[in-house]
């Protein structure tokens, strides 16, 4: 079993940042390589950004990068989304989802490759 919670979400001006948190436990974390989804109502779950177990690589959809950066610290158990530029069409509920370290990117992508999901984080953007 893993156990997920996210943070850092909240209520933030067009153009601000926040940075959210992930902390894991129940499993080696430096083992899994992590990802952020997020959904917005009214539409499905969509991939956000992933990086791998050692923190060398990382993915990130187009609607985010250069806004965007995924990071972890393996020593805390906990991977961080630091988000720049928020735009309105940010604003949904972001979860963070456990992956195996694959080498292949497009796994990286797609929901149905993450085993273990935590409870979402709101964020919410005014414009």
């Known amino acids: 079993q893993v156990q997920l919670a996210e943070s850092g979400g909240g209520l933030v001006q067009a153009g601000g940042s926040l940075r959210l948190s992930c902390a894991a436990s129940g499993r080696t974390f430096s083992s899994t390589a992590m990802g952020w989804f997020r959904q917005a109502p009214g539409k499905e779950r969509e991939f956000v950004a992933a990086i791998r177990r050692s923190g060398d690589s990382t993915y990130y959809a187009d609607s985010v990068k250069g806004r965007f950066t995924i990071s972890r610290d393996n020593a805390k158990n906990t991977v961080y989304l630091q988000m720049n530029s928020l735009k309105a069409e940010d604003t949904a509920v972001y979860y963070c989802?456990?992956?195996?370290?694959?080498?292949?990117?497009?796994?990286?992508?797609?929901?149905?490759?993450?085993?273990?999901w935590g409870q979402g984080t709101q964020v919410t953007v005014s414009s």
């Open positions: 989802a456990t992956n195996q370290d694959y080498s292949r990117s497009d796994y990286y992508t797609r929901a149905d490759r993450y085993d273990y």
